[in-house]
């Protein structure tokens, strides 16, 4: 678990531009692609407020990574839908964007949205899950005293023509990168955000929230994910070292790295 850590920590630390050093903490911080989820991310809810989480992945690499806490908009053309369950088993799903509350989480990492429970319990059905749209990317919103704002030309680029780009250079890898992330995510949404998961929970989790256990034909991304969990699911039995939701947050951050950095590698010069 150490070694895995290591891994995490430095691949974070080398992700966030050298800009971030020495003041520049006043400049805009990127915009963010997000992960689409093969499925829609159940919605925790306590106190008052529904969240969910999502994976994420830096677009700008000259710009500063945010901070934990950092409130996000959603770009033109990428919409947030609450989707629930009805009692016949058929779906309803309603745009949320004027509705949720978007902010980093984990440096670039991650995104966590957030609805009020009412607005959430005003909508007919049970299960509620939120499902991003394809191509989905985050604007941070501007704030007074940014030395370096992001302009209307800087933002439709980078939300368009570069996010595609992205896209295509992450379909070809398969998206087994992204479908391990997005399927960590899901597992991560579900959890309570503090405390510990009981011994049943943890037991059934990956069943309840993703299905059925992958077999050697399925996806490489989705093995990888469930070899993810069984590990951090190993060290939440014995309870030592962190809880699960920490160990997933862990393993996730490894792979969205790794999703910013062939970002990065796309939107170069021949990349």
């Not at 290591?6 to 992700?15: C, T």
């Not at 429970?117 to 939120?130: I, N, W």
């Amino acid at each position: 678990m150490v070694a895995g850590i290591r891994r995490v920590a430095l691949g974070f630390v080398f992700s966030i531009p050298l800009g971030f050093i020495g003041g520049a903490a006043w400049a805009a911080p990127q915009i963010l692609g997000v992960v689409a989820s093969a499925k829609p991310v159940p919605l925790t809810c306590s106190y008052g407020t529904c969240t969910a989480e999502f994976s994420a992945f830096c677009m700008q690499q000259h710009r500063v990574s945010p901070r934990g806490g950092t409130p996000y908009r959603t770009a033109k053309g990428t919409n947030l839908t609450l989707v629930t369950t009805l009692p016949d088993g058929t779906s309803r799903e309603v745009v949320v964007n004027d509705q949720v509350s978007i902010k980093s989480k984990r440096g670039h990492f991650a995104v966590r949205v957030s609805l009020p429970e009412s607005a959430v319990g005003s909508f007919d059905g049970k299960a509620p899950a939120l499902a991003i749209s394809s191509l989905a990317s985050l604007v941070p919103l501007a704030q007074v005293g940014d030395k370096t704002p992001l302009t209307k030309s800087e933002i439709a680029i980078v939300t368009g023509i570069q996010r595609k780009i992205v896209a295509k250079a992450l379909s070809a890898d398969e998206d087994q990168e992204a479908i391990a992330a997005g399927t960590m995510t899901r597992l991560i949404s579900a959890l309570p955000r503090w405390g510990r998961v009981s011994a049943e929970r943890r037991q059934n989790l990956w069943r309840d929230i993703v299905g059925p256990e992958p077999t050697s034909s399925s996806n490489i991304g989705l093995q990888n994910a469930a070899k993810e969990f069984r590990y951090c699911k190993h060290w939440a039995d014995t309870g030592r070292g962190y809880g699960l939701r920490h160990c997933l947050e862990e393993m996730h951050d490894f792979k969205a790295d790794n999703i910013t950095k062939k970002a990065w590698k796309a939107v170069l010069p021949g990349g």
